[in-house]
């Protein structure tokens, strides 16, 4: 599976942006995906996962409902929309596909996209 992210870009604080991950070799239906961040000096950090469809989503803590992860089936996609951003959210932003175990663990998955830079100024 590959994995191309897109979407990122510099925005202020309260703002919003929405983060693409489009999918090819494989029906993005059938597989979990994930978003991973990482900031600078970081490591890679859970941000949200949707299991395979009908696809129950999961949320790291920090998102507190500020952030949705969906998936277009017919694009071969999947989404993530970013509300209320605040300047602790800049970072680069992955997503990655197919975990081999624990969903919220950067370690499970093999399969990732080359990230997209957000930065939110305040």
């Known amino acids: 599976v590959q994995l191309q992210a897109s979407g990122g870009g510099l925005v202020q604080a309260g703002d919003s942006v929405r983060l693409s991950c489009a999918v090819s070799?494989?029906?993005?239906?059938?597989?979990?995906m994930g978003w991973f961040r990482q900031a600078p000096g970081k490591g890679r950090e859970f941000v949200a996962y949707?299991?395979?469809?009908?696809?129950?989503?999961y949320y790291a803590a920090f998102v507190k409902g500020r952030f949705t992860i969906a998936r277009d089936n017919a694009e071969n996609a999947v989404y993530l929309q970013m509300n209320s951003l605040k300047p602790d959210d800049t970072a680069v932003y992955y997503c990655?596909?197919?975990?081999?175990?624990?969903?919220?663990?950067?370690?499970?998955?093999?399969?990732w996209g080359q990230g997209t830079q957000v930065t939110v100024s305040s």
């Open positions: 070799g494989r029906s993005v239906s059938g597989v979990g």
């Open positions: 949707i299991n395979p469809s009908p696809g129950s989503p």
């Open positions: 990655a596909a197919d975990p081999r175990d624990s969903y919220y663990s950067a370690s499970s998955y093999d399969s």
